[in-house]
């Protein structure tokens, strides 16, 4: 994908062109690469680039060594990213760079993957989450530029499908586990329950229950809005048992 004169391409502001190591090819970033070849560049292999000003092809650095072309207001010498600043910073837990602030975030090692600071010990870790494909889209989660969305089960899933995701459902497509505080929402449940009387013949009716979110398992009345956990109060359950009735009254 060709670049505009001085600015890089729609992912990245900067002044130059990769050198492709894999095909010799030139391009703006390895997104255009990716998205034009049927290979991906490795980002840790580039070795030159290519001034979009002077157009001349030297060694990866933050300026041209011919014009003084700045290539980018940030410059990673390890992944070979440039581009505007955005607090970007190298992790080295990661592997890549990320946005920063650096002082804003912190590295889970279980988790492979820098987190907010809001989440540190307030989080639950998972082996490597972040090495797993984001179960929406089927697409990487560790070096997408989409930023990662932590569930409270400790799944991971892109940003913006979560967003899509709480359009539809509530439950992370993993698990089923909550993916947000529903507490409010259960409370709501409660008065629509006790407000909507069932038929006579499944007022005694009881069944057995999973509770998604705490993952215990409880007999409960029947009720067709919903089956609340008895020992989290969650809505979130699934009937694993059969229907049966009281025994008062049998």
Request: include cysteine; glycine fraction near 6%; proline fraction near 3%.
């Amino acid at each position: 994908m060709a670049a505009a004169e001085g600015d890089g391409c729609e992912h990245y502001r900067r002044g130059c062109l990769l050198l492709a190591p894999c095909c010799g090819k030139l391009y703006a970033c390895r997104l255009c690469h990716d998205g034009a070849e049927e290979h991906r560049l490795d980002r840790f292999r580039v070795a030159e680039v290519q001034c979009t000003r002077c157009r001349l092809l030297q060694k990866a650095q933050q300026r041209c060594e011919g014009c003084d072309n700045l290539f980018g207001e940030y410059y990673c010498g390890i992944c070979h990213l440039f581009d505007c600043d955005k607090k970007q910073y190298h992790c080295p837990g990661c592997g890549i760079c990320r946005i920063g602030p650096k002082e804003d975030f912190f590295h889970c090692s279980k988790c492979s993957l820098c987190l907010s600071l809001s989440l540190r010990e307030k989080h639950k870790c998972i082996e490597n989450v972040s090495r797993q494909d984001c179960p929406i889209c089927l697409e990487d989660i560790h070096t997408s530029r989409v930023g990662a969305h932590v569930l409270p089960c400790g799944h991971l899933l892109h940003r913006t499908c979560y967003e899509d995701m709480l359009k539809e459902g509530y439950r992370c497509p993993l698990c089923m586990h909550s993916a947000l505080d529903m507490t409010r929402y259960w409370r709501q449940l409660d008065d629509e329950v006790a407000h909507t009387p069932m038929p006579t013949e499944y007022q005694n009716m009881m069944v057995e229950i999973l509770c998604n979110d705490c993952n215990t398992c409880s007999t409960v009345q029947f009720h067709l809005l919903g089956m609340k956990c008895k020992n989290c109060e969650s809505y979130n359950t699934a009937q694993y048992g059969r229907c049966s009735l009281s025994l008062e009254e049998q």
